[in-house]
């Protein structure tokens, strides 16, 4: 088969290069806290350095507990109601989200995070893509002395997650060694209520999806760093991994019209999957305080997968329990293989032009790939392939960008500009300049006000631009659009935080505008069917305030509170029809740890979101309560907690805008309960006596 064929070629730079050490310590656990500085760029920085209803969790528990952003079931991450953030690990992308992204985040351990970076509002210096900004993921680096640990998770559910870590160092080379296990057994649930006109008079249908998910993912992880001499060190990490995943699905389907018999049918579906990547990345950057900084980063992904998906349709008269023999059943079978790889080299300097004047200028080329071979078939006697459901799809995309910024540093003032140029080659090519300034006014020692503007990019992703239908599900049938154009996105915020004694309080006022804005349209078809596909639609506007405070009313209490309030507007045209939506959202975070000895605390969490507009109508609210509790002797910690107490996470979706009804409804099992343990060895006093006595040796051994 003749594979259809898209060539992008898009400009993405990155910003951090990573100096790669090697941590494997369990770090006491407290609350997600905001560090009390000033931030550079537009950047928070969030420490899970512990919540305790993450302790023995992953990153997506680590990620729901960050003010403004929402995890759906399936990985999504939305902040300030926009899904185009985009997601870095240690300031580089990484080849663990090409597959499920949910598998992706469940994968890294809690205790595996350093802490957590939100840049709202990016500066030349970092990538243009993602419209809502960035969200750097910095993983824990060790300092060159033994470390070991092991953590144990058990969850209800068949939930069960490993992971271990040995790092040391010796002389000039700092190792360490990771493996990661993670199983997830869960029951999800969705319904799905739609009404529209059809050649029979008023269409009714309702589906009912029951369906079991079963997940098993490993990843194995090495790093290394070798310093050259006290100026230079070279670094290299290797990540490989193996997900493989088990689903069966049942959906009931009811179709009732006016004017023709009602049809009543189920449909089994039997999914299997596995892939397969590996990440390795090599560093080169300088060490010591110098005039000029440097470093260079060269970065290969590679991932595979396979998909075997097994369909049986029946039908059924009145009460899905008598078959109906009049209509013989559907037996089909369809298969994927898909391959993708990414290649970025990127260059970083930063130079101390005076005392107060700093330059910051850069290179990034970026290559991404991707190939899908889709197969699907019918049993007639014999399997025949079904040509009008099969299909071939290859991506291309192609970056390559430059950025020049400056920084000057008063007394009291902070000012920021810069230039970021990207040019992309792909279904449509086109070159694109991102300007960016920011300035920050320190009013007091423990007071500061800022401003931030800046401008980003939001290419559409390999899924959005594939032009080929998929018909997991007959009823909703769902495509890309390869013609769709990049939406653009111009960022406004001003800042002001304040730190009293245990009081640390930002308030942040933000505004953010998309041009070109992209999102799912849904079109009816013959009968009972529709067809959700990606438009460029409208414009939205979104502005707001955001609240972040902590502080401890007593000496062994401690308190997060975070809330957001913004207002969004959709404008634009849809089917001929006018689309003007606009609604204001809120959300609230409520944090306690009570600390019951030195070595035993408590905590209670709680999250409010409320309903959220999106091109397809409304996501109503949710609320959810966890409970954690953890307990340390020595070497080892014990933690248990219990995930969404009342069981009240769901998402449901209230869809109106196209002239019918599409109410959807999903149910993933969210109330678990965990218990962990985890164990800690390290030798820093002893090998940081022998690792500073050989660097000095090293250093001498040098200058002669």
Known sequence: MKPFRLMRKRSLFFFFLVSLHVSAQVDTLSNIEVKASRPEYGKQVFYPSANLTNLGGNLQDVLANIPSIYVAGDGTIQYRGSQSLTIYFDGKPSGILASSRANALSLFPADRINYIEIISSPGAKYSAEGSSGILNIVLKKGKGFKQAQANLQWGTHDQMAFSTRYGNGYKRLTYAFDYNFKQSIRDNYQQLYRENSSLYGLAQIQQETFEVNRDYNHALQSQLEYRLNPRWSLGMQLITRYSKDHNNEVRQNLAQFIRSADRYYIRDADKRGDDRGMDVLISLGTIAKQKTTAHLDFLWIRNMGSDQNDFTQRYFYDGFDIPNTNFPNRIEQSSALSSNYTLLLQG???TQWSKKLRLDYGFKVTERFFDTDFRYEKLK????????????FTYVERIQAIYG???????????????????????????????????????????????????????????????????????????GNPMLQPERTYLVEMEHSLDVGTLHTTNQVFYRRVNQLVGRVRTLMDGDTTLTRFENISHSETWGLENITSM???????????????????????????????RWSWNGRLSQIWNLSPQASVQLSAIYQSAQIHPLGIIQGFYTVDLGFKQEWKSWVLNARLNDVFNTQQTVYDSRPFGFVNDLKKKKETRIFYIGLAFKLSSKKNSGLKNRKSVNEDEAGEED
């Open 381 to 392: 006697g014999t399997w025949e392939l079904d040509t009008k459901r099969s299909n071939a």
């Open 348 to 350: 970083d300097w930063e």
């Open 405 to 479: 910024a400056a920084r000057y540093a008063g007394k009291n003032w902070d000012f920021q500009g810069g230039l970021r140029a990207e040019a992309t080659q792909a279904n449509l090519n086109y070159v694109q300049l991102f300007p960016s300034f920011s300035m920050e006014k320190e009013l007091t020692k423990n007071q500061q006000l800022g401003l931030r503007l800046s401008s980003r990019v939001n290419r559409p992703s390999f899924k959005a631009l594939n032009p080929f239908i998929s018909f997991a599900d007959p009823l909703n049938l769902q495509s």
């Open 552 to 582: 401890s009313p007593m000496k062994n209490w401690k308190v997060n509170v975070t809330s957001s309030l913004y207002q969004t507007d959709l404008q634009g045209q849809v089917q001929e029809q006018s689309l003007n939506l606009n």
